[in-house]
Structures are given as structure tokens and as C-alpha cells.
């Protein structure tokens, strides 16, 4: 499973601790997560979507090399 969380998070300059207090966990798990080494239940998943205003496969599936190529 491909984990961009750290890059759009990162993007939007917003810090784990921002992100974790936001969706309720801790930043030690979220960190667990964005290195793979957690697999967080779909609920997480969920709320790490919403937040960071993309797709879930946008974070965690597609295998784009180019994150911000748009497509005509």
C-alpha cells in the first residue's frame, strides 16, 4: 500500500501533532503510519482523508510518481 500522508501533510505545512490531535490519535501512531509500520483501521483512514482534503486512493493507493500532475 502506497502512503503519501507525510507528503500532503507536509504540503499543506501542517505538523504531525496537528494532524494527530485533529483525527484523535496520538503522534507517535500517526508517525507509526506515515513510516508503515501501522496499518490504521478505516476509520482513521477516513479522517485522514477528510483532513487533508484528498481521496483516500489519492493517499494511499495510487502509484503516480507525479502527486500534483493533473489529468486533462
Do not use: G
Amino acid at each position: 500500500m502506497v502512503n503519501r500522508i507525510a507528503y500532503y501533510r507536509k504540503k499543506s505545512k501542517i505538523s504531525q501533532d496537528q494532524l494527530a490531535k485533529s483525527i484523535n490519535i496520538s503522534r507517535q501512531y500517526l508517525s507509526k503510519i506515515e513510516n508503515n509500520k501501522a496499518n490504521p483501521a478505516y476509520n482513521i483512514v477516513l479522517k485522514i482523508s477528510k483532513f487533508l482534503r484528498k481521496d483516500v486512493n489519492e493517499i494511499f493507493f495510487e502509484n503516480n510518481v507525479n502527486h500534483d500532475k493533473q489529468t486533462a
